[in-house]
C-alpha cells in the first residue's frame, strides 16, 4: 500500500508520537518556526518598504485610517488595499506602548539607516512579528490539513520544511514584508474549499482579497468551487456570498472617504511599476536580463511594458493573454472533473506560477505563495518533490538576488558576489527564469501528476457529485 495513503492504515505510523498526540506535530512546527526566525528581528528590514509601513502606520493613528491613502509630505499614499491597514493601526499602538513615542520622522530615520537605537529595534520587531507568526500558523495548519490525507509524519515533514525554506525565513524576518498574511488566507481558504466549506471560502477568500491585491489569481478557483456546489449547497453558497459582501462593508467602512484611493489600489496595482519585470525572474527577465538589481534610475535599467514590444503588441498585453489562456485551462479542466480533488490542486498550483512567469511588473516577492499552495498540494511523489524543490531554490535566489539583507557583513557580500555574477558567462537570472518556465510547463503538461491541460487522455472520472 502507498505510504501516503490517506487511510492511515500503516502500523507504524499509527504508534507513532505524531499520530498519537493530535496536536504535538504543529505545535513542534509553530516553535520550530518562531524559533529560527527570532534571531532576525531585531535587524532593519528593506528600507523603502519599512519605511512605507512605519509612515501608514503612524499616520492612521494620527489622522485616521482613511489617510493613508492621501498624498503627504516625506509619505507615498498607501498602494495597498484596506485590511493590512488594520494591522499597521494596531502596531501603532503597540509601538507607543512599547516605546513611550510614536513612529516620528526621527524613529523613521534610524530604522531606514540601520542605526541600532533601541526605538529602531523595537520597531523592526513589532512590525516584523505579523507575518512571522502567519509563517509559523500555516506551517502548523500544514502539519493538520495534510494529515488528514497522508501519512502523520509525512505532515510533519511537510510542514516543517516549509517553515524553514530560506525564501520563507527572509520574506517576514529578514525583507519585514507581509506576503505571508494573504498567502496563509489564501491556503486557508483553498482548504475550505477542498472540503466544501463555502462560507469559509468565502470569508478567508474575501479577506485575503483586501489584504493584498494580487491574491485575485485564485479568484477563478473560488468562483468555480462556489458555481459548483451552488445547486447541492445553494444555501450556504448564499450565505457565503453575504459573508462576502459584509466583510468588504466593514473593512471599507472606515475608507468611505477616500474609496478613489481603495479603488487604485486594485485598479492601479498593473500600472504602478510600469516595467517589463522589477526583478522578478519572469518570463520577461529574459528580455531584460539585468545583472543586478537598482533602486533609482528605474527607467534607466528597466525597460517599460507599455511600449510595443511584438507586432506592436505590448509586453504587458502579451502577458496578460498569457495568463487568461492559463485561466480558461484551469476553468476547462476544473469544470469537466466537477471540480474534484486533483483539479483542485492542479489549479492551486498552475495559476500563481503562471502569473509569476507571464505578467509583467513581477516583483520576485510575487512568487511567494507559489512555495505554500505547493506545499498544501503534497503529492508525495519524487516528480513532485523535484518540482517543488525547484521552485524552492529559484524563489529563494530571486529573493537573494534582490536583496540579500541589511548592511555589508561577510555573509550578505558573499550572497551577492555569487548572485550577482555571471555563471559559466550567464546571469543566474536568466537560467532561473527558465527554471520557473520549465516549472510551469512542467505543471501545465501533467508532468507532475498526469494530470494537465495538455494531457486529457489522463483525466480520471469526477465524482459522483450525487453520491452521499
Same mark, same amino acid.
Given at each position: 500500500m502507498n505510504a501516503d495513503n490517506p487511510t492511515h492504515s500503516n502500523a507504524a505510523d499509527k504508534t507513532s508520537v505524531f499520530a498519537r498526540s493530535r496536536w504535538l506535530a504543529p505545535l513542534v512546527v509553530f516553535l520550530l518556526a518562531l524559533a529560527v526566525r527570532l534571531p532576525f528581528l531585531h535587524a532593519p528590514g528593506f528600507p523603502p518598504d519599512q519605511d512605507q509601513f512605519f509612515s501608514w502606520s503612524q499616520r492612521s493613528a494620527d489622522e485616521g485610517m482613511s489617510a493613508v491613502y492621501r498624498p503627504a509630505d516625506f509619505m507615498w499614499p498607501s498602494n495597498y488595499p484596506p485590511a493590512y491597514h488594520y494591522v499597521l493601526r494596531g502596531l501603532a499602538e503597540v509601538f507607543h506602548w512599547r516605546t513611550g513615542r510614536d513612529l516620528d520622522r526621527q524613529v523613521r530615520s534610524e530604522a531606514y539607516y540601520g542605526r541600532g537605537t533601541e526605538s529602531a529595534l523595537a520597531a523592526a520587531l513589532i512590525y516584523k512579528l505579523p507575518a512571522?507568526?502567519?509563517?509559523?500558523?500555516?506551517?502548523?495548519?500544514?502539519?493538520?490539513?495534510?494529515?488528514?490525507?497522508?501519512?502523520?509524519?509525512?505532515?510533519?515533514?511537510?510542514?516543517?520544511?516549509?517553515?524553514?525554506?530560506?525564501?520563507?525565513i527572509h520574506n517576514s524576518s529578514v525583507w519585514g514584508q507581509v506576503d505571508a498574511i494573504p498567502t496563509l488566507l489564501v491556503v486557508a481558504s483553498l482548504e475550505a474549499a477542498r472540503r466544501r466549506k463555502l462560507p469559509a471560502m468565502w470569508a478567508l477568500a474575501t479577506i485575503a482579497a483586501l489584504t493584498k491585491a494580487q491574491v485575485l489569481v485564485f479568484a477563478p478557483i473560488w468562483l468555480l468551487i462556489a458555481v459548483s456546489d451552488l445547486r447541492l449547497q445553494w444555501k450556504r453558497g448564499l450565505l457565503g456570498l453575504l459573508i462576502a459582501v459584509v466583510i468588504c462593508v466593514i473593512v471599507v467602512l472606515p475608507f468611505w472617504n477616500e474609496l478613489d484611493g481603495v479603488k487604485t489600489a486594485y485598479t492601479g496595482a498593473a500600472d504602478f511599476y510600469p516595467y517589463v519585470h522589477l526583478n522578478g525572474f519572469s518570463a520577461w527577465f529574459l528580455s531584460n536580463p539585468i545583472e543586478r538589481p537598482q533602486l533609482r534610475d528605474l527607467d534607466r535599467v528597466y525597460a517599460r511594458d507599455n511600449q510595443p514590444?511584438? &507586432?506592436?503588441?505590448?509586453?504587458?498585453? +502579451?502577458?496578460?493573454?498569457?495568463?487568461?489562456?492559463? =485561466?480558461?485551462?484551469?476553468?476547462?479542466?476544473?469544470?469537466?472533473?466537477?471540480?474534484?480533488?486533483?483539479?483542485?490542486?492542479?489549479?492551486?498550483?498552475? &495559476?500563481?506560477?503562471?502569473?509569476?512567469? +507571464?505578467?509583467?511588473?513581477?516583483?520576485?516577492?510575487? =512568487?511567494?505563495?507559489?512555495?505554500?499552495?505547493?506545499?498544501?498540494?503534497?503529492?508525495?511523489?519524487r516528480r513532485w518533490r523535484t518540482w517543488w524543490g525547484i521552485l524552492a531554490v529559484c524563489v529563494t535566489a530571486n529573493v537573494l538576488w534582490s536583496w540579500a539583507g541589511p548592511g555589508d557583513g561577510a555573509v550578505v557580500s558573499a550572497i551577492e558576489r555569487v548572485l550577482w555574477s555571471k555563471w559559466l558567462g550567464v546571469k543566474p537570472g536568466v537560467l532561473f527564469s527558465l527554471a520557473f518556465i520549465a516549472a510551469l510547463g512542467a505543471s501545465l503538461s501533467g508532468w507532475i501528476d498526469g494530470l494537465g491541460a495538455f494531457a486529457p487522455t489522463s483525466l480520471r472520472p469526477a465524482p459522483d457529485t450525487k453520491a452521499g
Open positions: 512571522v507568526f502567519a509563517d509559523a500558523i500555516l506551517g502548523a495548519l500544514l502539519v493538520v490539513w495534510l494529515g488528514r490525507r497522508v501519512r502523520a509524519r509525512t505532515a510533519f515533514v511537510v510542514g516543517g520544511v516549509y517553515v524553514l525554506l530560506p525564501a520563507v514590444f511584438a &507586432l506592436g503588441v505590448t509586453p504587458k498585453i +502579451f502577458g496578460s493573454i498569457g495568463l487568461g489562456v492559463v =485561466a480558461v485551462l484551469v476553468i476547462l479542466l476544473m469544470r469537466r472533473r466537477g471540480c474534484d480533488e486533483a483539479s483542485l490542486f492542479w489549479a492551486a498550483r498552475t &495559476l500563481p506560477l503562471a502569473f509569476f512567469v +507571464f505578467s509583467t511588473q513581477m516583483h520576485e516577492r510575487y =512568487a511567494f505563495p507559489i512555495l505554500a499552495v505547493g506545499a498544501w498540494s503534497f503529492l508525495g511523489s
